[in-house]
């Protein structure tokens, strides 16, 4: 079938067809590789029996060799008669077996014991060589905007309108300090991803038929493929690892989706600081053609609103009856989708983050136009540490006054009987601020970001290459 034929948006526009998110994502999350991940647990259960002597070493080669030639269609095939996925496999790899090697074939092991342990290995593979690279090079890209604008000043907003200064700068090490955090929950969700070989209900009662110790055949299994043992387990390895790591996901995603939508309304037409890289042969409209719309910040948002409310499905999954029930199956086979729609999203902000042109003269233009009534708050606490009463209420009149007047605050403060002669009496950096609140009444907020950004910058040194 052709990605053209698919259903998903995902796999017909997201994935499919696309030439770089393609190769990171196939090797992890397609059905292909789920199988392949299963075929992998088989070859190392033989194995584990040969190291505790239960089989030969010969047979347990003769199984891992069975499973490399096993392909997705045999197994596909095969399950049309059994209408079971996981004995479907195990039939496939004993027909490239010989009689001797078929009875160690999914020894002592249930369904689940496979279909976890590979769900837990696959998304923690995807998430440690895929999803965090990606992520570390957006926090690159976020702490080289920061440091480039960390003094750029930029007028900042509360409830959408003109609050006090701050700079662009700062803004975006908010994201720094924020993708920083998650990448920390993410890679911590994944570390703690575990698998099983506990057998039917959990309590490794077929296994203990086998082998005189099963949990050191878990282990050993377990330790080939790299991952740990749950502590205990039903006939399903407890879900709230899974939902933990999904959870970290999504939560990253929702700080992507901010800084997305903050972006897009920083290029409204009456604010314009900044400017999504729009191409030569670009359409923004198919009717108006001056339109350039900032249509991949809206993606990331969009993408957000699709995937984020999948977390009630793996909450949902926390219930499963007694020692395990099928209600978690089919809501389970959606939750790579989580992952590629992340990666989607993260793959189009890494892009912007380095192409998103910042326009310094029209944040300082926005940023002084607010100076004329945003000075109300420097004024107000000038005059409250001057010693004036109800400085608040003073400061709120002459702001009130110089909306209705069109005049600036500072002239009206300069005439007001309360207020000029402290004016007169201020301190030099006082008055400093007052004179020019867009350039000199930013706070802290480039000492903020060289903080925030060589924070950041340290944890980059000790995690893995970004991929390019």
């Known amino acids: 079938m052709h990605w053209a034929d698919a259903v998903s948006p995902l796999d017909y526009r997201y994935y499919g067809p696309n030439e770089r998110l393609f190769p990171l994502v196939h090797p992890y999350l397609s059905e292909t590789a789920n199988l392949r991940y299963f075929l992998r647990i088989e070859a190392a259960l033989a194995r584990g029996f040969a190291r505790v002597g239960r089989c030969s070493r010969a047979i347990a080669e003769e199984i891992a060799?069975?499973?490399?030639?096993?392909?997705?269609?045999?197994?596909?095939?095969?399950?049309?008669?059994t209408s079971h996925n996981v004995r479907a496999l195990v039939n496939c790899i004993g027909r490239h077996c010989s009689a001797e090697a078929r009875p160690f074939i999914h020894l002592g092991a249930t369904s689940s014991d496979v279909w976890d342990t590979a769900t837990a290995l696959r998304l923690r593979d995807f998430t440690r060589k895929v999803l965090l690279p990606e992520l570390n090079r957006l926090l690159e890209g976020l702490i080289n905007v920061a440091r480039e604008h960390r003094a750029t000043v930029q007028i900042g907003r509360t409830h959408g309108q003109h609050a006090v200064p701050v700079t662009f700068g700062f803004a975006i090490a908010l994201y720094v300090e924020r993708v920083g955090g998650r990448i920390e929950e993410i890679r911590r969700a994944a570390d703690a991803q575990r698998g099983q070989l506990s057998g039917a209900v959990g309590a490794y009662n077929a296994l203990s038929l086998i082998v005189d110790d099963p949990l050191a055949l878990e282990q050993s299994v377990l330790a080939e493929l790299d991952i740990e043992p749950a502590a205990i387990s039903t006939q399903i390895v407890p879900p709230e690892p899974l939902a933990d790591l999904a959870y970290a996901v999504i939560s990253c995603f929702g700080v992507l989706a901010n800084?997305?939508?903050d972006m897009r309304h920083l290029q409204r037409s009456e604010i314009g600081e900044i400017k999504e890289r729009f191409l030569p042969t670009q359409v923004g409209s198919s009717t108006m053609p001056h339109k350039q719309n900032p249509w991949n910040f809206e993606h990331v948002k969009s993408m957000w609103k699709e995937f984020s409310p999948r977390i009630v499905a793996l909450l949902s999954n926390q219930i499963s009856e007694h020692q395990r029930d099928l209600t978690n199956t089919a809501s389970t086979r959606f939750v790579p989708e989580i992952f590629v729609g992340f990666l989607d999203a993260l793959d189009r902000m890494n892009d912007l983050?380095?192409?998103?042109?910042?326009?310094?003269e029209r944040l300082e233009a926005n940023a002084r136009d607010a100076g004329r009534l945003i000075v109300a708050e420097p004024l107000y606490i000038a005059l409250s540490t001057a010693g004036v009463d109800h400085a608040h209420e003073v400061a709120r009149q002459i702001a009130l006054e110089a909306r209705s007047s069109g005049r600036t605050v500072m002239e009206i403060a300069a005439a007001h009987p309360a207020v000029a002669p402290v004016l007169d009496r201020l301190p030099e950096f006082a008055r400093r601020i007052l004179d020019d609140p867009a350039?000199?009444?930013?706070?802290?907020?480039?000492?903020?970001?060289?903080?925030?950004?060589?924070?950041?910058?340290?944890?980059?040194?000790?995690?893995?290459?970004?991929?390019?």
């Open 65 to 81: 060799a069975a499973c490399d030639r096993v392909t997705f269609e045999e197994v596909h095939a095969e399950e049309q008669k």
């Open 259 to 261: 800084l997305a939508d």
């Open 353 to 360: 983050v380095r192409s998103t042109d910042v326009n310094r």
């Open 439 to 468: 350039r000199h009444y930013i706070g802290l907020a480039v000492e903020k970001v060289d903080v925030i950004c060589a924070r950041w910058e340290r944890s980059l040194t000790v995690s893995a290459p970004a991929i390019r």
